[in-house]
């Protein structure tokens, strides 16, 4: 016997699983964003000399770690501090 959830219900949890991930791609483009940018700005005419896998390489081994552990973690601390700040409101 296989059991059938409602569409609504299918519906609503997809479009929470996708709500979600909508979130995690924005919160890691907010932190890949300026950190590549700081990146290249810094180290990019010194490393310009490398081939380009080499380039990539380095980007990659450096911001990786930055964004995983510290980065995104950081956004969702600030977004936990605003979401805290919000009044409810007395109906």
């Keep these: ?6 569409y609504h219900y ?18 890691i483009w907010v932190v890949i964003y300026p950190s590549i940018t700081i990146f290249l700005y810094l180290l990019g005419k010194p490393l310009s000399t490398l ?11 450096s911001l990786v770690p930055w964004i995983v552990f510290a980065g995104v973690p950081f956004v969702d601390y600030l977004l936990r501090r605003i979401g805290k700040k919000k009044v409810p409101v007395n109906g």
């Design 1 to 6: 016997m296989i059991l059938a959830l409602p």
């Design 51 to 61: 081939p380009l896998y080499q380039r990539t390489f380095i980007l990659t081994i």
């Design 10 to 27: 299918s519906l609503k949890k997809t479009n929470m699983k996708t709500k979600a991930r909508l979130m995690a791609s924005l919160k």
